[in-house]
């Protein structure tokens, strides 16, 4: 049963729109994110009705050329043919996103970020002279201008089609920039933090992820970056006090999302000064 | 229907089956919701049985710290409240408010979904049913002036509600609703704080007239509503009640009277153990104090991860979103919890107008503590302690009102 609204509200639908022609690229990343395209189409075939995939190499070998409407960039700058790769996408892509801890953060591998990377390079491959490569890893929004970020590692599939569907329609993408414990109240998961006494990341953590760690009673390790206005420093105080050991804490904000500025002041911090223990008469 | 047999006021002594049976009458008509222990926490879930209920557990709560402890002599409503209250049922955290959809280009508002099951709510206590009391102010606010204000979805889970009241026999390190008159009582005729049946929980202990062979937990049962006579007349037709003897009326009375007076006895400074919450003219203190400089210290502690405002019983922000499927044909308005803590909450024409940590604290305190009274004729506080336990490092803001009393700071310009 259905209640017309008042005919002035009743519009037609809009004539034809040309479908946007989707760009999908690597960089330094293990693939996670792209898959994450394909988990959404598959929760929802429609968008392939909605945008045209057009360059997408984890998908199709075929390969239409730019410019494109969208693109989206997966993996972290960490060689100088990617610094000048990101600048030539950059030009060929109108609304450039990117996604996943890798191209908003540096990613795992920006751990290098904080060592020597003659010495890595020397200890893992037998040929070092064959390596060319960056001493960091880093964000794709250090080298170019980015329009949007996805959080995570992996990215959310509903995330990803709730920005799809705002560059569909030209509106704003509805991304939240709250802290995960905003996701763990909603869903009346119980704080584990406080409950258990595990040390999580969700206070000083953007949502996105629907709260999937605690709610399956682990801490948030931080896998989608720093919220809008993180306080690392009273939170790992907190969890210094109650117990945790500083080397644990310093593994926690030292991961995924590392080289993120929030996250990387912190892990300075703790490698900095004396922990609770240390300072201990 | 037959005439009831008992009325509103008549008190009787329930036994455990008759609280078995209390939860089996109550889901002929409601879902059934109060207590039980998920995750190391008493959460309010759906109730199939009295063993769900939280039989043998005590909780521990400070700043930042929770834990359930296992007691072989606790009762099943020997705990206090946990993260949980009313305010996840009757304003749940996401809720569809309409939907439309675009049929041969006109956009048609659908039918609302058919309605729930009405809620039947057990264990709830003092600072619960004032919180009730605070948000039926928000939520179904009659004409005084300044244009009615009801929610409707509210309104109707409201008008269902059946609440089954529990005294509590103890008090966490954080409660402190004796200071905020909000407790420890569960019923308060004067306060407005009224459940359909309200329990005291009596301890185990030899009767004659319950249970000849001695120690079986009993209940003492006041029935304050026609719907809770009526419920009790049920439990009656299967099992045998007994009216309350002047000496159980005594001891059921006496148990609020006696924590009330224990939680007075324990006060100390605020921040704990004991702790107070002075109420004497506290708004006008946090209007006075708005450039006091612990709200900058408060600051470097606060994580600005809004726990406390979504585990506060009384908060009722929300922002309203239109959330469209991809054909574009179809978009659903939602509801959902917002928080005065996050950067959003005060975002207009571009940017945020609270920017820092210490600005969205002091927005939620002066609201809370001030602004509200302004608002709705109360302070938004119940004096539960839940955005003290639940607060990931524990900031507790009777020690920042406390703070803000001792030293305090008036700045000139006076209230925004």
């Known amino acids: 049963m259905t209640k017309p609204l008042p005919a002035k509200v009743a519009v037609a639908a809009p004539a034809h729109v040309r479908r946007p022609r989707v760009a999908v690229y690597k960089f330094a990343s293990c693939d996670g994110c792209q898959l994450q395209f394909l988990a959404a189409i598959g929760n929802h075939p429609e968008l392939l009705s909605k945008v045209d995939f057009v360059h997408f190499l984890e998908a199709s070998r075929a390969v239409e050329p730019g410019p494109y409407d969208i693109g989206f960039v997966e993996g972290s700058v960490t060689t100088a043919h990617d610094a000048e790769r990101i600048r030539e996408i950059r030009r ?72 799809l569907t705002a560059l569909i329609v030209g509106r704003k993408p509805r991304v939240p920039s709250t802290s995960v414990c905003a996701e763990c109240k909603a869903e009346g998961t119980v704080c584990v933090a406080v409950a258990s006494g595990v040390p999580c990341l969700g206070p000083v953590t953007q949502a996105g992820c629907r709260a999937i760690c605690p709610t399956h009673g682990r801490g948030c390790f931080g896998c989608f970056g720093p919220s809008d206005t993180p306080n690392l420093v009273s939170l790992n105080l907190h969890y210094e006090a109650a117990g945790v050991p500083r080397d644990d804490l310093h593994r926690l904000v030292h991961g995924v999302n590392a080289w993120a500025p929030p996250f990387r002041a912190e892990a300075d911090r703790l490698a900095a000064t004396p922990g609770v223990e240390e300072a201990a008469p | 229907m037959p005439t009831p047999v008992r009325q509103i006021g008549d008190r009787v002594i329930l036994a ?114 004032a919180a009730l009391a605070i948000q039926d102010r928000v939520f179904l606010r009659g004409d005084s002036g300044e244009g009615e204000a009801i929610d409707p979805a509210y309104q109707r889970r409201r008008n269902g509600l059946f609440l089954v009241a529990v005294d509590c026999r103890r008090a966490a390190a954080t409660c402190f609703c004796h200071s905020t008159g909000s407790g420890p009582a569960a019923c308060s005729a004067s306060a407005g704080r009224q459940a359909d049946l309200a329990l005291v929980d009596l301890g185990p202990g030899p009767t004659d007239r319950v249970a000849p062979g001695g120690g079986p937990r009993r209940y003492e049962c006041r029935i304050g509503s026609a719907r809770g006579a009526a419920v009790i007349d049920a439990i009656a037709a299967d ?113 945020s107008v609270r920017h820092t940590t210490a600005s969205r604290y002091r927005q939620w305190l002066t609201h809370k503590l001030g602004g509200w009274i302004d608002q709705f004729g109360t302070s938004g506080c119940t004096g539960c302690g839940r955005c003290i336990t639940w607060c990931p490092v524990g900031i507790d803001l009777t020690a920042e009102v406390a703070a803000i009393r001792e030293t305090p700071a008036p700045s000139t310009g006076g209230v925004p």
């Open chain 2, 239 to 351: 099992l045998p009640l007994w009216p309350s003897p002047p000496e159980d009326v005594a001891a059921a009375e006496r148990v609020p009277v006696d924590l009330e007076r224990a939680m007075w006895a324990r006060e100390g400074s605020g921040g704990g153990p004991g702790r107070s919450l002075d109420m004497e003219n506290i708004r006008d203190l946090l209007y006075s104090n708005l450039e006091h400089p612990r709200w900058l210290e408060v600051a470097d502690r606060c994580l600005s991860c809004t726990n406390c405002t979504l585990v506060c019983p009384t908060c009722f922000c929300a922002s309203v979103t239109e959330v469209a499927d991809l054909s574009g044909d179809a978009v659903t308005r939602e509801r959902h919890w917002a928080s005065c803590f996050s950067l959003d909450h005060a975002r207009m024409h571009g940017t």
């Open chain 1, 92 to 163: 060929e892509c109108r609304t450039l996103v990117t996604i996943g801890a890798c191209a908003t953060s540096g990613g795992i591998q920006a751990l290098r970020n904080w060592g020597k990377i003659d010495e890595f390079v020397a200890a893992v491959y037998a040929t070092p002279a064959f390596i060319s490569t960056l001493a960091t890893s880093t964000a794709i929004a250090e080298h170019v201008p980015v329009d949007f970020e996805l959080r995570g590692c992996p990215i959310d599939t509903g995330q990803l089609v709730e920005i």
């Open chain 2, 16 to 129: 455990p089956e008759a609280l078995q049976r209390l939860i089996e009458v109550l889901a002929l008509e409601y879902r059934v919701i109060g207590p039980t222990v998920a995750d190391g926490a008493v959460v309010l879930r759906d109730l199939a049985s009295a063993d769900d209920l939280p039989t043998g557990w005590i909780d521990e709560q400070e700043g930042g710290h929770y834990r359930l402890h296992r007691d072989e002599s606790a009762g099943p409503f020997d705990h206090v409240v946990g993260p949980h209250s009313l305010k996840n049922f009757l304003f749940p955290p996401r809720e569809p408010i309409a939907r439309f959809e675009r049929v041969a280009g006109v956009w048609e508002e659908c039918a609302p979904a058919a309605p729930e099951r009405p809620l039947a709510v057990i264990g709830m206590r003092g600072c619960d049913l």
